[in-house]
Structures are given as structure tokens and as C-alpha cells.
């Protein structure tokens, strides 16, 4: 913005009746301008640019060309297959499974966490006692390592393991459900665990956003006779919008890229049941040496959750970015 | 200053942040892969022997090597196992240099490394230890040329409580698959859990298919399974049956979908060190295991694998077309890198030699393998695993291992699907064949 300032002022000069020697040194100073900004602009941006190009854009290209490759993981890479990785993958029950979970796993976590979250948020936002006592609570899984959480449910959750023991003392005295082990259970297990795990990160920020709701417009609703509940539904809930929008789209692509927690709670087991696409993509790439098709694996991923990251921020996220960023 | 000369100046900028980076990138050992120095080699040695006893171990042949050749390091490093056959070992040869010594697990992942040309032909200067090893150096060998050697090999059989076995009333051990199948019920019917499986990792149920396979198919077929990667002859169906049958006499622990091998009190072999369940089918490490998670458990170091502990064969089944005297194994062995200096094959040579190899198998953490080492083995269950393995007219390796990570863990899945009651004998066959043809 400053270039342009500056910019316009040898521009209107030059509209100028008389030339003048100040008009020939002008695109001097111009060009002495523009290139010391230059100069500023890539010695900050250099860094960042360098640690992105080398971490993420070069990976990801090399994970593109590996891709198109029948390869090992060793020796030279030879055995160009053009697309039969990605119609293998995409043919695999096992992976189209994976990804099936992937998508239940984002719309539960809508469906279920949310309303949660915004539940709990709206009740933690009213004068109660111990609330400080009640939000730290609620935020400590979400602190907790994704390992020391995953290991902790492993070692509670096996058959008559302090789970069952626990569900037996307060009463229930039949068979238990094989938390780890069904088939039929083991997804809704790990629904559980990450629901567990996630939930307070989604109250934390739902309370943020309802600290940016204004107290005198519930005021003036009740003055107006409004119920709790018809305040909530009109008043917060429209307020709360752009952080529930936010909160809805680091939900979705978390759940998209799901991997440590399964990782350890179940390596995707049993019988492939709590697959999900990352599991898969390091199974098969690294566990089975098919680096080729692990790659290809990891591209369909990467694009799934791009384009889905696109589409939700062009449509769902437009009016909340608005203004964030900035158009020449 | 001119558009070229911030061009320029940028240009410096950015080749020097690059090179920093480089530099900062490369790795800090050097001296590796016999770029002498001077007199000075340094080896770069990795295992997996994180744990006692094998740790310690490991640090006296690196450190008594050191001493022994003047100007010689070597640098031995543990790592956990998966995270260095799968990730450490693959990434780091592909870099062609910084690894001299590493664990070999052999055949299929062996041959792969070769044919990448990561691997030390090392037939001339082992020509000695391939002699006295005789076969069991196969798994080590590929195209006729030796390519690393074992230091441990043993095989797999039934680890079992002798406690448990009396208190259901069995005497002696199941010798056939019908004496296997009653030892079951009658341990059923002392309320005792007959066998523990991890099957949750996959391999230790899949072991189980390979113990058929072995009953069911000749050596022959086995053998040129291994080259061709063709699964037509119907003993490989038939091992899927047999294994069927055997699931559905319901011997295994509750929950073992979900079961580990080795982690825990919970796992498999944590259950037949505590007297959970009375038997696991498990390789001739499963007494090492077994004391770490007693160590674990108790918070004993000094604790030791369960005295209760027995092993017997796999019992053999009557009528079947394979081998009834071949045996199911595997061991760990070291390669040395394509690149790596002339000592690397020295270590290698003191490693199997038969004085270093005694104290191999008296400190308990496995079988050595040259012959005259076998007198310091001092547990007597291993004595039993070695006996097994010299009385056995043929030893087939882990099939996974022999077929490779790609065919071996389709294998190993379908194996699994069977135990989990969604996949069936064909299925297992049809799940290699397809890996096979992705190959």
C-alpha cells in the first residue's frame, strides 16, 4: 500500500505541463524504492518460504511423483505405473472403509460434539460455583498427550479390565461389550475416547466466543420478556456463529487426518473396523514397504481435505474472513 | 543500489540460508562408510536390543572389538524394533552412507535391500562361518552370495503352564493335534482360559496358519512358494481349514482381536506369565518377554521368567502331506551396509564367533547359532527349543518374513479376518495372491 503512495507521486508529476529535471530522476527513485522494499519484503519472508518450501511443498510434489511409481521404498524409482495406485486404492474396500469412517467421524463429531460443546459452554457461562474448577476439568484431556490418553484407555479398557470392573460396581452385572476387541464396538469406543478428548477444546472455544456476546442485549431480551431459552436461541446462538463456524471446520479436518489416538488405542484393528484413511496410508506405505501406493494413498488425503478446507472456507467462512484478508 | 544488484544480493542471501540449512541438515557423525581419515574408522552399528540383558551385551562386543583393532569406534546404538526395520534402517540406506552394521532380518526384506544395492556381498570374507552355520544361514543368503549372518535362530512352538497343565489333569504334552484338542477342553473345563493370542499384531495369529501350512504342504511346494509367489496347491487351502477347525474349538483368550503380543500384563504373553491363560504359541524369545513384564509388573528387576514355564512342538497331525519333523523359525542377524569399511565384516566375524556366541546364549537372551556355542545355554526351556530345532529335518522361516512385508501382511490380515470370523480359507490365499500381483 505504501508502494502505490508513493508511486502516485512521480506518476501525477509526470502529468505535469513542463518537464523538468526532477521528472529524469524520477524513475531512479522509483526503481530505488521498489527494489529496497523488494529487498525487505524477501528478507522476511525468505525464512518462513524456505521452511515451508523444504517441509511441506517439496514433500507433498514427492509424494505426488512417488505416487505414480511401483516402488519399495529402496533402489531407483523405475517402475512408472501412471495412475494404478490411486485405482487400487480407490477399489479397496479396506481404504474406502477407512475413508467411510473418516466421513462418520466428521459428521458425529458435528453432530454430537457440537451441540455438546455449545451445551455445556452456555451452562459453564453462568454464575455457578466452582465454574474455574469445572472449566479446567473439562480442558484437561485436551492437554493431555495423545499417547498418554490413548495408552491410559488401552490398559482400562480391556475385558474385565477397571472399565468393566467400574460398570460392574455401579450395577451392571451382565456381559460387557468388547470395547477393543468387537468389530461392531471398537469404532463407537474410539468415538467415545476422542469425544472425551476434544470436547473441552470445543467448550474452551465456544466460551471465548460467548465472552463476545454483550450482556445488554440478553438485558434488554429479558426486558422484553424473553425466556432464557429464547434468548439463547435468538440472541447467542447468532452471535456465537463465526466461532461455532470456526470450531466446525479444525473439527472436520482433525477428523479428516485422525491418526495418533487410533494409532494407539487400536492400530486400526480389529479387522480394519477403526481404519482410518492416515492408518491406512502408514500401514501399507511403511508397514508394507509399498512406498509408491502409501504416496498415492497420502495425495488422495491431502486433496480430500484440501478441497474440503477450500470449499468451507469459500463458502461457509466468507463473510467471518471478511475484512482478514487483505486484496491489492 | 540497482534491480540486479538487490537481485543479486537476494541470490546471496538465499543460496547462503541454504547452505546453513544443508549443513545444519547433514548428519553430525562422521567417518562412516570407510572414508578413513587417517587411521580412524568409526562403525555405525544399530540393533534392537533395547532391553536387558541384550543392551549390555551388545556395548562389551562393540567395546572388546574397539580394543582389540586400535583406531577402530564403533558406535552401537538400540532402537525399538518396528520403528527401526520399518522406518530407521529403509530411510537411512537410501541416504548411502551413516550405517555400517545393522540388524537383518532376512529373505524377502534381504532381498530387496540387494537388489537396491545397499548390501555387502560378504560370501569371500564369511566363507569359514557359512561352513559351520550350514543351513540356517539361508535366510541371510540370496542369488548364491552370503549377505550377513545370524546370531540367533530359533523356532516356534507352544510355551505352556505346567501348573495350570496339572490342574486340569493333563499328563505329558500334546504330541498329536487330537491330544491338543483335548489338553483344550480339559482346561476349558477347569475354567481355565486354554490359549493366549495377540492376534491384535497380527503375526502371533497368523502363526497358526503357518504351523498348518507347514503340516499340510511339502517342502518342496513351501520352497517354490517362496521364489514364484504362487499359491495354487490346495495345501494352502487346506491349512485354512485346519486353522478354522481349530478356531472353532474356541481356545483363545477373551477379546484377543484386540490383543498385543508383548505389552503389558494384558498381552498375551503377559497373561501365560501370570497364569491367565495356560498356553501361547511364540517364538523361542517369548521367556525374555515374559521376564520384562514381570519386571514391569512388579517393579522387580532382578525378576525372571516364570518358573511354571514348559515348550513342546507344535503337535503333528495325523495324515497330513508335510514334513512331520519340519519346524517353524526364524532369527536376527547382521548385514553390512555396501559401503561401509573392512571392519564392519571384522565385527561381524567376532559377533558369530563361537566365544562371543557362548556368552550369547549364557546370558538367556536367545539361541546362538554357531555350532559349540550351544553349551552356555543355561535355561532349560531353551534347551528344549534347541533341541526341537536339531531334531527337525527342515526349518521354515517365518512366512511372512520370507515372502516380504507386502505379500507377508496381506497374508497376515487375512489370517487375521479368519480368526475374527469375516474372512475364510480362501480368502488368505486370494489376499496374497493379489499382494503378489501388486509386487
Known sequence: ?328 | MNRRAARRLTAIALTGITVGALAACAPAENGTGGSGSGDEVTLTWWHNGTGEPLLGFWEDVAEEFEDANPGVNVEVTAYQNEELQRTLIPNQLRTGSGLDLYQQWGAGELAAQVEAGFVKDISADVAEQVDALGGVVAPWQYDGATYGLPFNFGISGFWYNTELFEQAGIEGTPETLDDLYEAIEALKAANITPIAVGAGDGWPAAHYWYHFALKSCSPEVLQQAQVDYVFDDACFLEAGELLEEFIGSDPFNEGFLATSAQQGAGSSAGQLATGAAAMELMGHWNPGVMGGILQEESGDENATPPEFLGWFNFPAIDGAQGDPTAALGGGDGFSCSAWSPPECTDLLNYITSVEVQTRFGEIGAGIPVMPGSEVGIADVNLQQVLAGLQSSSYVQLWLDTAYGPTVGGAMNEGIVSLFGGQGSPDSIVDNMRNAAATL
Open chain 1, 1 to 328: 500500500m505504501s508502494l502505490s503512495t508513493i508511486n502516485a507521486g512521480p506518476a501525477v508529476s509526470a502529468a505535469g505541463p513542463a518537464p523538468t529535471p526532477p521528472r529524469s530522476s524520477a524513475p531512479a527513485r522509483r526503481r530505488r524504492q521498489r527494489s529496497g522494499g523488494a529487498l525487505l519484503i524477501w528478507a522476511f519472508a525468505l525464512p518462513a518460504l524456505l521452511v515451508y518450501t523444504t517441509f511441506v511443498l517439496v514433500p507433498v510434489a514427492l509424494a505426488a511423483v512417488y505416487s505414480f511409481f511401483n516402488w519399495n521404498g529402496l533402489g531407483a524409482l523405475d517402475r512408472f505405473i501412471g495412475v494404478d495406485n490411486y485405482a487400487r486404492a480407490l477399489q479397496d474396500p479396506i481404504f474406502l472403509g477407512a475413508m467411510g469412517n473418516n466421513f462418520a467421524i466428521v459428521g458425529l463429531s458435528l453432530v454430537i460434539q457440537g451441540p455438546l460443546a455449545i451445551g455445556i459452554a452456555l451452562l459453564l457461562n453462568r454464575n455457578l460455583r466452582g465454574r474455574a474448577l469445572i472449566r479446567t476439568l473439562i480442558f484437561v484431556p485436551y492437554v493431555l498427550s495423545e499417547v498418554v490418553a490413548g495408552l491410559a484407555f488401552r490398559l482400562m479398557l480391556p475385558p474385565g479390565g477397571p472399565v468393566d470392573s467400574a460398570l460392574t460396581a455401579i450395577g451392571w452385572s451382565g456381559e460387557k461389550p468388547l470395547w477393543l476387541a468387537d468389530p461392531s464396538v471398537a469404532f463407537w469406543t474410539l468415538f467415545a475416547v476422542i469425544t472425551w478428548k476434544y470436547l473441552g477444546f470445543a467448550i474452551i472455544l465456544m466460551l471465548a466466543g460467548l465472552q463476545g456476546v454483550p450482556e445488554e442485549l440478553s438485558e434488554a431480551a429479558s426486558i422484553d420478556g424473553a425466556t432464557w431459552w429464547q434468548t439463547q436461541r435468538y440472541i447467542t446462538l447468532p452471535l456465537l456463529g463465526p466461532t461455532i463456524r470456526i470450531w466446525a471446520f479444525l473439527s472436520v479436518i482433525g477428523s479428516l487426518q485422525l491418526f495418533d489416538m487410533v494409532w494407539i488405542l487400536t492400530g486400526g484393528g480389529p479387522l480394519n473396523a477403526t481404519e482410518t484413511m492416515a492408518t491406512y496410508m502408514v500401514e501399507y506405505g511403511n508397514g508394507r514397504s509399498q512406498v509408491g501406493y502409501g504416496s498415492a494413498v497420502a495425495v488422495i488425503l491431502f486433496v480430500v481435505s484440501l478441497v474440503i478446507a477450500l470449499v468451507y472456507q469459500r463458502i461457509v467462512l466468507r463473510r467471518d474472513l471478511r475484512g482478514a484478508i487483505t486484496r491489492g
